[in-house]
């Protein structure tokens, strides 16, 4: 993903390197923001799913469960790889049709066994997708989104986060009017589905105009429950989703106002989780504007961050002296604090073994901490 970009509005210290600089904490996260189809369930997480007659067995509720259709194409519920490679083209036309009736069928049953159907047939091929999203599938699924079967609701919406993958469905699906009804997922569905939700908003945000009205539908919120509470696929999920949305002034200001900067501020100390860097980015994101700062400050981020230069990765350490180095640099109050935390042996060390672009950073802060006070009289509070 062209995550490069994302950063290119935050306030920062002006330096040469600048755009080197974004491209780099972008590639924090290149390990799991490639946002490929399925990307939280997978084929064996559909053929595992407990039967219908498993689920009257195990419910105490005594409610009666609706069996899978008994007959034709929908019958199927273990649809695997094989399946869907053996159809032809001549043949998906009419695959999807079936498909595509079986969303507005009234039976819950067949509606999801229509909607896993076309969650598998968006999975890994692009003329899938496009003929899928050209065929009318998109208004058919969103209201799914909505239905009280959770693993209908779960079909649903990695089937739309499979298309969105195609860039044509984007816009199909914005216009449908998703937005709204995925973040209802994103606030009430299960662990698979509030992820599938958040990466299918990353697909949709990685078209400039969508973020703001993203933001503004209420996704941020949902997002930074995810970052607290979900599993650490739904944390890393968040993280890339928040990161993208918060190239966006309104989403930063959106992001902070929900809360975002304490569970950052404490993924920030989790090393070894893949946490942590990651955090970090989102953080330096945050600090691009004035209530970021001023939250990341309040919530003890200043000493974090110190730690994360003596203890993180190499990248960590980068990530965080470049974020302390927005926090200081228009603010001498700021640059006490740090002192008081310990900051300077930290940073003294890492501008002579860090990286290259570690270094320049710590020598720049080192520079403002060295300014006498009323040098800088002129700074913001």
Not at 232 to 239: H, I, Q, S, T
């Amino acid at each position: 993903m062209r995550l490069g970009e994302l950063v290119s509005k935050a306030k920062s210290v002006k330096s040469e390197s600048e755009n080197e600089e974004f491209l780099d904490i972008s590639q924090a996260f290149s390990d799991f923001s490639a946002c490929s189809s399925d990307i939280s369930g997978e084929l064996q997480r559909l053929a595992s799913l407990p039967s219908p007659e498993n689920i009257l067995k195990e419910s105490n509720s005594g409610a009666e469960v609706e069996p899978e259709p008994c007959h034709g194409f929908l019958q199927r519920e273990n649809f695997s790889t094989e399946i869907i490679e053996s159809i032809s083209p001549e043949d998906l036309q009419p695959t999807v049709k079936i498909c595509i009736d079986g969303l507005q069928s009234s039976s819950v049953a067949v509606k999801r066994s229509a909607a896993a159907k076309l969650r598998l047939l968006a999975k890994n091929r692009v003329d899938n997708r496009a003929l899928i999203g050209e065929s009318g599938a998109v208004p058919a699924l969103i209201p799914l989104l909505r239905n009280s079967d959770p693993w209908t609701q779960e079909h649903a919406v990695t089937a739309l986060l499979n298309l969105s993958l195609f860039e044509a469905n984007k816009t199909l699906i914005i216009n449908a009017g998703a937005i709204k009804s995925l973040v209802y997922v994103l606030k009430t569905g299960t662990k698979t589905s509030k992820q599938n939700a958040a990466c299918a908003l990353l697909s949709l945000a990685l078209v400039d105009e969508n973020k703001t009205s993203i933001g503004a539908c209420g996704a941020i919120p949902p997002l930074v429950s995810l970052l607290m509470t979900g599993s650490n696929r739904g944390k890393k999920d968040a993280l890339t989703t928040l990161y993208k949305l918060c190239s966006a002034r309104q989403n930063k200001e959106r992001a902070v106002s929900a809360g975002a900067v304490r569970p950052l501020v404490g993924m920030v100390g989790e090393q070894g989780t893949g946490m942590s860097e990651k955090a970090m980015v989102v953080l330096s994101s945050l600090a691009g504007i004035k209530e970021g700062r001023e939250a990341i400050v309040e919530e003890a981020g200043i000493a974090a961050l110190v730690e994360a230069i003596e203890d993180g990765s190499v990248k960590g350490k980068e990530f965080a002296v470049w974020t302390l180095l927005q926090l200081c640099a228009d603010n001498v109050r700021n640059r006490g604090l740090l002192v008081r935390e310990g900051g300077i042996p930290p940073l003294v060390a890492l501008s002579q073994t860090g990286s290259v672009r570690a270094k320049h950073k710590a020598e720049t802060l080192l520079g403002y901490l060295r300014e006498p006070r009323q040098d800088a009289s002129s700074s913001s509070p």
